[in-house]
């Protein structure tokens, strides 16, 4: 799961709320961060706080653990509070919570 050589995708909706910057930056705590690291379940949800005016993905290892990564991007009070991650064994979507359905 979550293998960064398969296909991935982001949604119209969360693209049209977060920049690619923040999405990349996500897809990068996964390869670099999380895999490996912590058991990663099909799904993942991604906190987005506002921290000296940066963006800050928290990430919550299933209560072992929250990691938190500082992106180099200015934070805007219309990013979503939270983003998920859907891998379904053929595809890897990030998406807005309000459109998962598992």
């Known amino acids: 799961m979550f293998d960064q050589d398969e296909e991935r995708f982001a949604t119209l909706g969360l693209a049209a709320k977060l920049p690619s910057a923040v999405i990349d930056g996500i897809w990068d ?11 990663l379940p099909r799904v993942l949800q991604f ?10 993905v ?4 299933q209560h072992d653990a ?15 509070e ?7 064994g053929q595809y890897q979507t990030m998406m807005l919570m309000d459109e998962l359905s598992v």
């Open 58 to 61: 928290a990430f919550d290892a």
């Open 66 to 80: 929250i990691m938190e990564f500082d992106l180099p991007v200015n934070y805007q009070r219309e990013f979503p």
């Open 82 to 88: 939270t983003v998920a991650v859907l891998d379904d």
């Open 29 to 39: 705590i996964i390869d670099q961060n999380l895999k490996g690291v912590v058991r």
């Open 47 to 56: 906190a987005l706080i506002a921290r000296n005016g940066q963006v800050t």
